[in-house]
């Protein structure tokens, strides 16, 4: 069976999401029953800039649906590459979600860790810390936006729950060059796969992400239990190969994932009648440098 990506067109961070998600809330419904940890993991690789981060209202949406089919405590949690996760919530809206919500927030550059093989810029082996509380979660959810990025093409749900869960300067460890942080991103993701992905595409980063690049008017969300399908679709929709980005060129080599847009039953929308040319990083040719080595 195909994997199924869900493809709309988006009128708001909310609206977006939700319509996206309701397309696939029969998967939801079964794979999130009796589950016992639940985490949502936003993007706040900048806790002061909207455009590079996660919008409130996606996470509200995520939240609207899923807490249809699961009773327990949320926690929302994230590892933001500078400043503290109180910056980020307090800056983007979060903490209101606690009046609506059951709701706990940890920032896991803070959270215990466990130990997990990569890479070095040799391709040696090498230890990287990883979030306990992302690991021992049983239902994991990556929120962001689809945003361009200065080393590995493009950031979408599988680099965000990597890379935001491992603890503190974890983060700047992994960049060891561009085959070994594809490497990484894709070894590291088979212990912290997200179970359903979400991308608010109301709003996209082109050119200098994933903090510094432009506003693109893009206005389409997706989701899908398939992370690795998602992340695909919607690299077409921003007008990349998936193919040519290493880490889902990896996870779809190895057979974690489908990575062949041919091969993903995309349900809503066409990827052509939403599809944008995003304007890559400036250093995009040498990113694709990943596959030599």
């Known amino acids: 069976m195909r994997p199924r990506v869900a ?3 988006s009128n708001g961070h909310y609206e977006g999401v939700y319509e ?5 809330e029969d998967s939801i419904k079964r794979d999130i029953n009796g589950k016992k940890r639940v985490i949502i993991k936003p993007n706040f690789v900048s806790t002061s800039r909207q455009l590079s981060a996660t919008h409130v209202d996606a996470v509200r949406a995520v939240l609207d649906i899923i807490t249809r089919y699961y009773s327990g405590r949320i926690i929302i949690g994230e590892g933001p590459a500078s400043s503290s996760l109180r910056d980020g919530l307090k800056n983007f809206g979060f903490l209101s979600l606690q009046r609506e919500y059951d709701i706990e927030f940890i920032d896991l550059n803070m959270d215990d860790y466990v130990e997990v093989d990569g890479f070095d810029r040799q391709l040696k082996p090498m230890k990287f810390k990883m979030s306990r509380t992302l690991l021992e979660s049983d239902y994991r959810i990556s929120v962001v ?3 361009t990025h200065d080393t590995v093409i493009v950031t979408l749900t599988i680099k965000n729950m990597v890379v935001g869960g491992l603890v503190g300067p974890e983060k700047s460890r992994i960049h060891q060059g561009y085959k070994a942080i594809n490497l990484n991103i894709a070894k ?3 212990h912290v796969m997200p179970n359903l992905g979400v991308i608010d595409g ?3 980063m082109q050119g200098r992400g994933p903090v510094s690049g432009d506003p ?3 206005r389409a969300a997706a989701a899908s239990i398939y992370p690795v399908s998602l992340d695909a679709v919607m690299c077409r929709v921003m007008g990349f190969n998936p193919l040519s980005v290493g880490y889902l060129y990896y996870l779809d080599k190895w057979g974690v994932g489908v990575a062949d847009v041919e ?3 995309v349900i809503g929308r ?3 009648e939403l599809s944008r040319k995003f304007m890559p990083h400036p250093r995009y040719w040498e990113m694709l440098n990943w596959r030599e080595g």
């Open 263 to 265: 091969n993903i039953k």
């Open 270 to 272: 066409g990827v052509e």
């Open 145 to 147: 936006p689809p945003k």
């Open 20 to 24: 996206a998600l309701s397309l696939i």
């Open 202 to 204: 109301f709003v996209g």
């Open 188 to 190: 590291l993701a088979m």
């Open 216 to 218: 693109i008017d893009l």
């Open 7 to 9: 493809l709309v067109i």
